[in-house]
C-alpha cells in the first residue's frame, strides 16, 4: 500500500483557508484558530490517523471516545453501501419499521444487562438525552404523578450539546452561554476524590459523595423529583473515576425515594470499561441507558436509550402514542454499521479482551505514569484514563489555573505525534480496543517523552518554583 501520503494530496494551506472562511467548528474559537490553521486529518488506519502533511499520529482519544474497533474496517463500510443499495432510508414514524434497525434493537438488548428489553433510536448521544428527559416525565405522567419532573444531575458532567443534554450536563462554560439549565434541573457535586476527598478514604468517599443525592433530593422533595443521570465515568469531565462505593450507594437512594436511575453510557456502552455496559462494571441496574459513540464506532451517527422494564412496560401498557421521535430514528444504513460493529465486538472478543487482558496492561501502563515529576496521580478504568499534573508531587499541589499547564502538555504531544486530551490539568486518553500490548509501550513511550519535553519547558518558564 502506498503511505497515505501519497494516496490523498492536500494542499493543506488552501484548505485551511476554506476551513477559516466557512466553517464554524464545534467548540472552537473560529478567530483564533484562523491564525493557526485547522489540521487537516486525511486518513485514519488502526489506531493511527495521518494528517495532510503526512504526519502519522497515535489517536489517544479513539477520535471522540467512539471509533472502538480502530479506522479502516472495511466490514463497515461494506456493510454500509449493501444497504444503501438496497434501502437508504426510511422512517419509523407511520407504522412502518426496516430490518436493519428491528435487528439492532435485537441484538443491542442481547448484550444489554437483564431487564432492558426495549431500544429507542436517536442520531446521537445528545438526542438520547433528550428523549430520555422527555420519555421519564412522561413515565410519571402516566403513572399519575406529574409533579415528579426534576432531573438531578452533576457538576462538570457532559450530557451532550442540545438544549436539554447541556442543562442536564454540569458544564459551567457551557451554562453560560445561552440562560442554561432550563428549569427542572439541579446539579450536585461530581465524585471526584482529588478534589473532594480530603481526610477520607476512597470508599468513604464514595459514600459521601452519594449522601449529596440523598441531601439534594431531600430538599427538592422526593415527590418532585424524577430521576437522577449520570455518567458510569466522567468522560469529558476528565475521566473522574467513582469510587466503588458510589454507585450501589447511588442505586439504593434512588430506589429508597422512588427516583428513576439513568446511565450515560455513551462514552462507556459497548465495552470500553470491559463490560458492555459501565454500569456492569460499576455495580449498579440503572432504568434507562443512553448510547451512542461506541455503537457505531463512529462510522456513522447514531444513538439511542435502552428501556428498562419498568419504563417500558408502563410507557407501553398504558402510555399510548409517545409524541416524540427524530427523522432519522432507526436510520437503515446507520443500523446496518451498528450491527455489523457489534459482530465485530463479538467476532474479535473485544470487550472480554479489554476486562482480562489489555485493560489491566493498559492500567499497569498508565498508572506507573505516576514516577513522573510532573504527574501527581493517573488512574485507569478499562481502556478510559486521566493523570493530574501538578506542581509539586509531594504535596500534589497545582499549577494556577491560568497558567494552562494542560494545554502546554497537549500541545508537546500533538507535535510528536500523540492525541491526547487536556481537561484542565488533566490530560486524558481512550484508546481504540484494538489497540495492542505494543502499541499500548509505544503510546506510553511517547506519553512520558511528551511529558519530559512539557517538564522542561515548565521548568524553563519558571512554574516550578518553591516545588519539592
Ligand atoms: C458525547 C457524549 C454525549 C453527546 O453525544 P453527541 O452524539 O455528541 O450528541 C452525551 N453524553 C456523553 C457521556 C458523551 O460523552
Redesign the pocket.
Given at each position: 500500500m502506498n503511505s497515505p501520503r501519497d494516496s490523498i494530496a492536500v494542499d493543506t494551506k488552501s484548505v485551511q483557508a476554506l476551513d477559516s472562511a466557512h466553517y464554524i467548528h464545534a467548540f472552537t474559537d473560529t478567530k483564533a484558530l484562523a491564525t493557526q490553521g485547522a489540521r487537516v486529518i486525511v486518513k485514519g488506519e488502526g489506531i493511527y490517523i495521518w494528517d495532510s502533511e503526512g504526519k502519522k499520529i497515535l489517536d489517544g482519544m479513539s477520535g471522540?471516545?467512539c471509533v472502538n474497533v480502530g479506522y479502516g474496517r472495511k466490514e463497515l463500510s461494506r456493510a454500509a453501501v449493501a444497504q444503501m443499495d438496497v434501502l437508504p432510508y426510511y422512517n419509523s414514524f407511520f407504522n412502518t419499521t426496516n430490518l436493519p434497525a428491528v435487528n439492532l434493537a435485537k441484538a443491542i438488548v442481547d448484550v444489554a444487562p437483564d431487564g432492558f428489553n426495549h431500544v429507542f433510536f436517536t442520531g446521537?448521544?445528545?438526542?438520547?438525552?433528550d428523549t430520555i428527559f422527555r420519555m421519564v416525565r412522561r413515565f410519571w405522567d402516566v403513572k399519575g404523578q406529574p409533579q415528579k419532573k426534576t432531573f438531578i444531575a452533576r457538576h462538570n458532567?457532559?450530557?451532550?450539546?442540545?438544549v436539554c443534554?447541556a442543562s442536564l450536563g454540569g458544564m459551567s462554560y457551557m451554562h453560560e452561554q445561552g440562560d442554561l439549565p432550563i428549569p427542572g434541573i439541579a446539579h450536585i457535586q461530581q465524585p471526584y476524590y482529588f478534589e473532594h476527598g480530603q481526610g477520607l478514604s476512597e470508599d468513604e468517599f464514595g459514600l459521601k459523595a452519594a449522601s449529596w443525592l440523598e441531601e439534594k433530593i431531600l430538599e427538592l422533595g422526593a415527590d418532585k423529583v424524577a430521576a437522577f443521570i449520570g455518567?458510569p465515568v466522567?468522560?469529558?469531565g476528565g475521566v473522574i473515576i467513582p469510587p466503588r462505593t458510589y454507585w450501589p450507594e447511588i442505586q439504593r437512594i434512588c430506589a429508597k425515594y422512588d427516583v428513576l436511575l439513568v446511565s450515560?453510557?455513551?462514552?462507556c456502552g459497548f465495552g470500553r470499561l470491559g463490560t458492555w455496559f459501565g454500569c456492569q462494571t460499576l455495580g449498579y441496574q440503572p432504568d434507562l441507558i443512553?448510547f451512542?459513540?461506541g455503537v457505531s464506532s463512529g462510522y456513522i451517527?447514531l444513538?439511542g436509550v435502552l428501556v428498562g422494564d419498568r419504563v417500558a412496560n408502563v410507557l407501553i401498557e398504558q402510555g399510548g402514542d409517545f409524541n416524540h421521535g427524530f427523522t432519522y430514528s432507526g436510520h437503515p444504513v446507520a443500523c446496518a454499521v451498528a450491527l455489523e460493529n457489534i459482530a465485530i465486538l463479538q467476532r474479535e472478543n473485544l470487550v472480554e479482551r479489554i476486562r482480562t487482558d489489555i485493560g489491566p496492561y493498559f492500567k499497569q501502563q498508565f498508572e506507573a505514569l505516576t514516577d513522573h515529576p510532573l504527574v501527581g496521580v493517573a488512574n485507569a478504568c478499562g481502556l478510559m484514563a486521566g493523570l493530574v499534573l501538578v506542581k509539586n508531587k509531594a504535596t500534589l499541589e497545582m499549577f494556577a489555573a491560568d497558567k494552562g499547564v494542560g494545554m502546554v502538555c497537549r500541545g508537546h504531544l500533538f507535535g510528536n505525534g500523540m492525541i491526547m486530551r487536556a481537561v484542565g490539568d488533566r490530560l486524558i486518553i481512550a484508546p481504540p480496543f484494538v489497540i495492542t500490548r505494543g502499541q499500548i509501550d509505544e503510546m506510553m513511550g511517547l506519553i512520558r517523552s511528551c511529558l519530559d519535553a512539557a517538564h522542561a519547558d515548565i521548568k524553563g518558564r519558571g512554574w516550578l518554583q518553591h516545588s519539592a
Open positions: 471522540l471516545w446521537s448521544g445528545s438526542e438520547g438525552n458532567a457532559y450530557h451532550g450539546s442540545t443534554g455518567e466522567q468522560g469529558a450515560d453510557e455513551v462514552i443512553t451512542a459513540k451517527p444513538g
